[in-house]
């Protein structure tokens, strides 16, 4: 059997031994890859494998190992014994090695290892290493790991929370865009009550919502992330450009300039902001953003672009 992060436990039940490998894997989530896991067989009573991911370094599998053996909550008197090709140290590199606690250790910070060859060493978790005295010799288990049957799968939990954040992150924004709409209608049904009566402030109001409009939209960059939510702006933004074709045939005696520059904004950026914005992405693998924090050193290119590209186009229609 290919001895690569294998790791045999003998004298704990299969319930225990799982509920460890739970906690090791909700502790260590955030350092191992969204795909991660952990293969667990059966090999008779009170005694499971571990086939650990092959991606695991010998860091944390030394981690694993000690884990394992001593975990929190978890009350059982269990041998664990992990065998792995050394990369982490000169010493071990390349070879077969055996990890495991010593019984007699109290400090709980380290790992002891033998190698093939029968040189044993003692690895600390501040990453250092020196020689160890112990009667332990290379044991490598003689099993296949087919022959035992189908594993149980353990995933790590990130891949999950990446979901909950995403979902999370979907809702928050449904909810802005909610808003945004319900904001949305609620001035244009106030300019449409007022178009006639109170013409100006009717004019003024619409314009006053295309620029606001324009402000949610630039601030508002991950709502605009969402393609559902996207298309729900983009339809406000033609509902107003609409609205606003309408106020100008209506009465002739209004300000078209304002009128035409308030409603068509909208519908202009959006029509500049995703284009610009998947050409970004597609450039640096990375969502364009408007924070003031730059993580980037070309979102502010980004964001002059995105300023100045609607705003020529605006002002070409509106002359």
Sequence with gaps: MEANNIITIAG????DVKKALKQWLRIYSNDLPEDFQLQMFKNGQRQQIIK???RLDNEKFFYLVNYLKYPENINYKVIVDGFTIGKLFPQLLDRQIQVYVSETDSSGDNVLVVTAGNEKFKIGFDNTICSADDRRTYAPPSLILADLGNPEIIKSSKSANILKQKKNGFEAAASR???????AIGFVSLSFLTVNTYR???VQLTFVLGLGLVA??????EMLQYDKLFSYCLLAAI????????IEGKNHMV?????KFGTLYPVVFLGTQKPLRLIFLRLFSA???TEKHFTAFWQPLYIFFLVILPMITIILLTV
Excluded: I, M, R
């Excluded at 949610?216 to 960059?221: A, G, K």
């Excluded at 300000?255 to 009128?259: F, G, N, S």
């Design 12 to 15: 704990g039940t299969y319930g």
């Design 239 to 246: 509902g107003l450009a609409v609205y606003g074709y309408w």
């Design 200 to 202: 100006e402030f009717s």
């Design 255 to 259: 300000d078209h300039k304002l009128v």
């Design 216 to 221: 949610w939209f630039f601030t508002d960059y």
């Design 177 to 183: 865009n909610k808003l945004l709409l319900y904001l």
């Design 52 to 54: 650990a991911d092959d």
């Design 287 to 289: 969502e364009p953003t």
